[in-house]
């Protein structure tokens, strides 16, 4: 399903956030956004998922504009989502009881999930109990296991150490090209600030001004081949090449908003 | 060790009573005597007079912290949930927190008469508060991005109260349960004291009106007895409600 940002601009207050961003992402593809921290990366999701509205401009999904939230959409935060009262395999069956299922039949859904993100065995921990690898795990058992056509994620990975966080973007491209989900592959808006990471995982990533205003200035299409591993992926030229072209817009961006912090 | 010098601690104290006492340092007329008020409570406990009163006082303080703390969970929901009714009764519920209620106490007693009911109420009126407040902070706390993770997984409103705030407020209440039964405890003696005719603050406030010193310590040390059997039940409970919160101590240690 497409996601589509028709000049969206958002305001808090005074302070422009969002500066009339527009970009879109088809129907199965795996779309990375890259800019310097605290530009509106986050913004940019919240404004996806619906959790708030634009100033102006408006968010498409499936063509249709977008009004109050997202239902289209799993959203995997950047922060500690998880209820922490709930076990994993709770916090994993609590889309499928929202949505009515028994649970009984939420709880077989979430043990799959579990089973399917490495946790098999870990069902019965509460969130405090898991380490923040494990936890990342369960967030996403929690939004795939609705199987929403549209998935956004913010820094899912950026808190792990390196090989975890290749074990999981592994993971994550399996699950994401062997999907078989309602409605075929997942569209993917993913944000980073790891240049790397966008380009192993992605098929076009965008790049983001720095804040105020943030938009995106240049996008590159990857086309590099398909299944990839996401550490070996690396090591290959082509992929060198794309990232120091990515990197010579992305530079200014980050010195930019690095002097505006500077100043501030 | 420690268990040592906590006897040897005891055993000083109650030598230092007794002797203080038979020597008449102390005056047995104003406090009592240690052998006196044992025999005492001995006498309630082999009689069976005891059970009455103490099963009358702890039915009062159930009573009062299974109504208190209901109440105070719905009214700290509501409230929390709804900012603008907090915003409109806000100086009237600090007010009635401000308040000093154990002089409600004969006021329940003429409106409630003087069986348990009077008691309760007083029970409640300290219970209540300390769960509303609690609830309230722990609505204002549910931190936002469980909340929108909830809302993405598709809770309705109905669905957010009752899978979200209301664990969330609940974990607050919980941590604040030795507290409230601490409390709907007080209340229920502190009413008897000021008027009734049965439970252990009755028996005291009879033995009182008759001077009888030691007849009161007697009723001090079962009530005492009865708080600790009621804060091991509390902490046990805690231990069962609040398994997905990690411990302090816990966290010290890793
Ligand atoms: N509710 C809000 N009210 C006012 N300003 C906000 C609000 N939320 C975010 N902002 C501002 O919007 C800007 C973008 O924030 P956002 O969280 O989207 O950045 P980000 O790119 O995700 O940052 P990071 O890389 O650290 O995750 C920041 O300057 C932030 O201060
Ligand atoms: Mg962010």
Redesign the interface.
Known sequence: MSLTFDTVTLRFGAAEVVGGASFSVAPGEFVSIVGPTGCGKSTLLNLAAGLIAPSSGQVLVGGQPLTGLNRRAGYLFQGESLMPWRTARDNVAAGPEFAGASRAAAAAAAQTWLARVGLAGHGEKYPHQMSGGMRKRTQLAQTLVLDPPILLMDEPFSALDVQTRQLMENELLAIWQADMGRSGRKSVLFITHDLEEAISLSDRVIVLSAGPATRPIAEFAIDLPRPRDVAEIRLTPAFRAMEERIWAVLRDEVLKAYRAGAAA | MIGVWRTGLAVVLLGLWYAGTETAVLSPLFFGHPLKIFAVIGEWFASGDIWRHLAITITETLLAFASGTISGVVAGLWLGLSPRTQAVLDPFIKAANAMPRVILAPIFAMWFGLGIASKVALGFTLVFFIVFFNVLQGVREV?P??L?????????PR?LVR??YL??AL?WVFSSLHVSVGMAFVGAVVAEYLGSYAGVGYLILQAEGMFDVDTVFAGIIVLTGCALVLDGAVSLAETRLL????RADAARES
């Open positions: 931190p991005v469980v929108n993770a909830a809302r993405m997984l598709g809770a309705s669905q899978q979200v664990p969330a974990s398994v997905w919160q990690p």
